[in-house]
């Protein structure tokens, strides 16, 4: 059942009051608090065991928003807000000086976006502020995707689950760096390079150096991660996988007769993606010992998906 009416009201009274609400967006659930209130803020990093210096994306109701929170706007950021907003694209721009280091990671620039969620869009409007809002899981393991994955994760350390369903998007927002004067893909999201270029009239590009772009969520190098040790395979191998392995297949629907869990993920990236988090859910707890994935196309399509994969196997097999 969707939230009722009487639901975001209670949602957004837990916010003001400075606890911790989780939503859901197009992409993943989040673990909100009110982006302006240290306290709460502090209570995000410690439900989830996150590192201080990482900073939070600011989730806002609408565009018009973005002056409250970012300075030096320039008209690309403008430009994309219109063309993608509501919608899974995070923008890194320069903060305003009342911004909470807590929620930049002490840096001179904040990440924003309006997400794509009747559910979430309700809540940001009751509340009439900025919500602060990471994966709402323990940090560095498998985001979630419908509301029984935080209720898993995360237990009492939230006030309040707002079910809104399974996640449409399933992974998470494309963050571009706008705050250096040119735009740079700092997380690879289903809105892809070609279509900012196709908004702003030049193509984004990939930061060449750690120093080369602020530090931003989900791009450490393990994150996304399960408990059971994870690795690649490819297609001509699958169906040479150990007996009893875990196994995440693309282009093939039948296991092998020694299979163990085998989940087909089949059809294009956006079907992959929508069940990346809760196929590799699935797969770990299997308690296998080994998850096999199965390589995947090459085409820029699924370029968002490897980056989450290969972060994932960086940081699978550890408690």
Same mark, same amino acid.
């Given at each position: 059942?969707?939230?009722?009416?009487?639901?975001?009201?209670?949602?957004?009274?837990?916010?003001?009051?400075?606890?911790?609400?989780?939503?859901?967006?197009?992409?993943?659930?989040?673990?909100?608090?009110?982006?302006?209130?240290?306290?709460?803020?502090?209570?995000? @990093?410690?439900?989830?065991?996150?590192?201080?210096?990482?900073?939070?994306?600011?989730?806002?109701?609408?565009?018009?928003?973005?002056?409250?929170?970012?300075?030096?706007?320039?008209?690309?950021?403008?430009?994309?807000?219109?063309? @993608?907003?509501?919608?899974?694209?995070?923008?890194?721009?320069?903060?305003?000086?009342?911004?909470?280091?807590?929620?930049?990671?002490?840096?001179?620039?904040?990440?924003?976006?309006?997400?794509?969620?009747?559910?979430?869009?309700?809540?940001?409007?009751? @509340?009439?502020? $900025?919500?602060?809002?990471?994966?709402?899981?323990? @940090?560095?393991?498998?985001?979630?995707?419908?509301?029984?994955?935080?209720?898993? &994760?995360?237990?009492?350390?939230?006030?309040?689950?707002?079910?809104?369903?399974?996640?449409?998007? *399933?992974?998470?927002?494309?963050?571009?760096?706008?705050?250096?004067?040119?735009?740079?893909?700092?997380?690879?999201?289903?809105? $892809?390079? &070609?279509?900012?270029?196709?908004?702003?009239?030049?193509?984004?590009?990939?930061?060449?150096? !750690?120093?080369?772009?602020? !530090?931003?969520?989900?791009?450490?190098?393990?994150?996304?991660?399960?408990?059971?040790?994870?690795?690649?395979?490819?297609?001509?191998?699958?169906?040479?996988?150990?007996? *009893?392995? %875990?196994?995440?297949?693309?282009?093939?629907?039948?296991?092998?007769?020694? %299979?163990? !869990?085998?989940?087909?993920? *089949?059809?294009?990236?956006?079907?992959?993606?929508?069940?990346?988090?809760?196929?590799?859910?699935?797969?770990?707890?299997?308690?296998?010992?080994?998850?096999?994935? &199965?390589?995947?196309?090459?085409?820029?399509?699924?370029?968002?998906?490897?980056?989450?994969?290969?972060?994932?196997?960086? $940081?699978?097999?550890?408690?």
């Amino acid at each position: 059942m969707s939230p009722t009416p009487a639901d975001i009201a209670q949602a957004a009274a837990l916010l003001r009051a400075g606890e911790l609400v989780a939503l859901p967006t197009e992409t993943v659930y989040g673990l909100g608090s009110d982006a302006a209130n240290p306290h709460a803020v502090a209570k995000i @990093f410690a439900a989830k065991g996150r590192p201080a210096d990482h900073p939070l994306i600011v989730h806002l109701a609408e565009a018009e928003q973005l002056t409250a929170w970012a300075r030096e706007i320039p008209k690309e950021a403008i430009a994309l807000a219109r063309a @993608f907003w509501p919608g899974p694209l995070t923008l890194i721009l320069k903060k305003e000086e009342d911004v909470l280091d807590a929620v930049t990671g002490g840096q001179d620039t904040v990440g924003l976006r309006v997400p794509d969620h009747p559910v979430a869009l309700a809540l940001l409007r009751a @509340f009439n502020g $900025g919500i602060a809002a990471p994966s709402a899981n323990r @940090f560095g393991r498998i985001s979630p995707t419908s509301a029984a994955h935080v209720a898993e &994760e995360l237990g009492e350390a939230v006030s309040m689950i707002l079910d809104g369903g399974d996640c449409e998007v *399933g992974i998470e927002s494309t963050i571009l760096d706008l705050s250096r004067g040119e735009p740079i893909i700092l997380r690879p999201g289903m809105i $892809g390079a &070609e279509a900012i270029a196709a908004v702003i009239g030049r193509a984004p590009r990939l930061p060449q150096t !750690r120093e080369d772009a602020p !530090r931003v969520s989900g791009a450490l190098a393990a994150h996304y991660a399960p408990r059971t040790p994870m690795q690649w395979l490819s297609p001509a191998a699958l169906s040479q996988a150990p007996a *009893g392995a %875990a196994v995440l297949s693309h282009s093939q629907a039948a296991p092998p007769a020694h %299979a163990g !869990r085998w989940i087909h993920s *089949g059809g294009g990236a956006s079907a992959y993606a929508h069940n990346l988090y809760a196929n590799l859910r699935a797969l770990d707890a299997a308690q296998a010992g080994q998850i096999y994935v &199965e390589s995947l196309p090459a085409d820029s399509d699924w370029d968002a998906i490897r980056d989450r994969l290969g972060r994932a196997i960086t $940081g699978s097999g550890k408690d």
